[in-house]
């Protein structure tokens, strides 16, 4: 089955850091763009960034470059996003999709924050 | 960075009825990269239409997808129950960041 499958859901405290994954399976994960999109609660979609696993070439947008690193391990079929220092306003679903437009998405992952 | 916006913010409408989503582009999306996906609540997102009118795999036609340069409309045909949710359009077509709109609440009236 093609899925992408993430890691579960997280509580940590403002200043922790924190890494989550999307794990691939199905198809050739090299070969297609990996991608992060955060939903805050009650809000939007917002495009975070996309990577390349075969290369890991990554392109980030403007709002998020310096607050989160997406990367990749291609042996192993999974993406990771990761925070050095979580504040509150990470609290969110955070989504990983594949493809350029996104046409497979995995489950998302639930990110809270708090003191 | 392209910036799109989506009209209306809610749209109220009664199963069988016609819908017609908005998307607008602050500048031209390039090649028609332009992408329309359906959340539901609890749910990831689902894409729907990719390249402005090519229906996503096991998307029904009664969901059609139109425009060019920066003027783009998602149409619902005929309602059913299944396509109450949140819309989203997105541009992929020039270089990142790949910017969604806001998003369309469709309701039933």
């Known amino acids: 089955e093609v899925q992408l499958v993430q890691s579960g859901a997280e509580v940590k405290k403002p200043g922790e850091s924190l890494k989550i994954s999307c794990k691939g399976s199905g198809y050739s994960f090299s070969n297609q763009w990996i991608g992060w999109v955060r939903q805050m609660p009650g809000k939007g979609l917002e495009w975070m960034g996309i990577?390349?696993?075969?290369?890991?070439?990554?392109r980030y947008s403007p709002s998020f470059q310096g607050q989160v690193t997406i990367s990749a391990d291609k042996s192993i079929s999974t993406a990771y996003l990761q925070w050095s220092s979580l504040k509150a306003s990470d609290t969110a679903m955070y989504y990983c999709?594949?493809?350029?437009?996104?046409?497979?998405w995995g489950q998302g992952t639930l990110v809270t924050v708090s003191s | 960075e392209i910036v799109l916006t989506q009209s209306p913010g809610t749209l109220s409408l009664s199963p069988g009825e016609r819908a017609t989503l908005s998307c607008r582009a602050s500048?031209?999306?390039?090649?028609?990269?332009l992408a329309w996906y359906q959340q539901k609540p609890g749910q990831a997102p689902r894409l729907l239409i990719y390249?402005?009118?090519s229906r996503a795999t096991g998307i029904p036609d009664r969901f059609t997808g139109s425009g060019s340069g920066t003027d783009f409309t998602l149409t619902i045909s005929r309602l059913e129950p299944e396509d109450f949710a949140v819309y989203y359009c997105q541009q992929y077509g020039s270089s990142p960041p790949y910017t969604f709109g806001q998003g369309t609440k469709l309701e039933i009236k």
């Open positions: 390249v402005t009118s």
């Open positions: 999709a594949r493809g350029d437009p996104f046409d497979l």
């Open positions: 500048q031209s999306v390039s090649s028609s990269y």
């Open positions: 990577i390349y696993p075969g290369d890991s070439d990554t």
